[in-house]
């Protein structure tokens, strides 16, 4: 639980879960800016969760490879482990090295993620808050005409209308 790919899991799991439910059910707001706000957050939610929990374990592999706890002599495999490691009892050295490891990642992984938020997330956040837009829009036009097909008496005015409208040639105009 303390490794930072599963600390962004678990965040993007309980964000997932809760805060687009918050959006939609805004009374601050009108229906159509609620449910846009809920796209935009998802979108935002799943772009972030994704690209986080990527780079992330990324970079605790990455860690993981340069932290090995022979310190003897120096090599690839042992550039990032604190040369300390060595005086510390060997009961301790694991749990001591396994935190090393989980606070060096996050660190390394924050400052590189100030680069993927503008390079990554952003775009993959509006590429799925449009595609969640317009399948709302199509959900929405399509609501509009099964009720306005089913509904006798919207129809009835509508051919009322259009034949007031052809009775005395009118091509335009507004609503009677």
């Not at 997932?16 to 918050?22: D, E, S």
């Not at 957050?41 to 992330?56: D, E, L, M, Q, S």
Request: charged share 25%; net charge positive.
């Amino acid at each position: 639980m303390g490794r930072p790919f599963e600390n962004r899991l678990i965040m993007g799991a309980t964000a997932i879960a809760t805060q687009p439910f918050i959006d939609e059910h805004n009374k601050r707001v009108d229906k159509g800016t609620a449910r846009t706000s809920r796209n935009r957050t998802i979108g935002k939610i799943i772009a972030g969760t994704t690209v986080g929990c990527i780079v992330r374990s990324s970079i605790y592999k990455l860690i993981q490879k340069t932290t090995a706890e022979d310190i003897s002599i120096d090599r690839w495999d042992n550039f990032l482990t604190p040369r300390g490691s060595s005086k510390v009892s060997p009961h301790l050295q694991k749990n001591m090295l396994r935190n090393y490891r989980t606070a060096v990642s996050t660190v390394i992984a924050m400052l590189v993620m100030i680069g993927t938020n503008i390079l990554f997330d952003v775009p993959f956040t509006n590429k799925i808050s449009n595609y969640l837009n317009k399948k709302d829009a199509k959900k929405k036009a399509a609501e509009l005409e099964r009720k306005t097909y089913n509904n006798p008496s919207y129809s009835t005015i509508t051919n009322l209308e259009n034949k007031f409208k052809d009775k005395f040639n009118i091509s335009s105009g507004g609503v009677l």
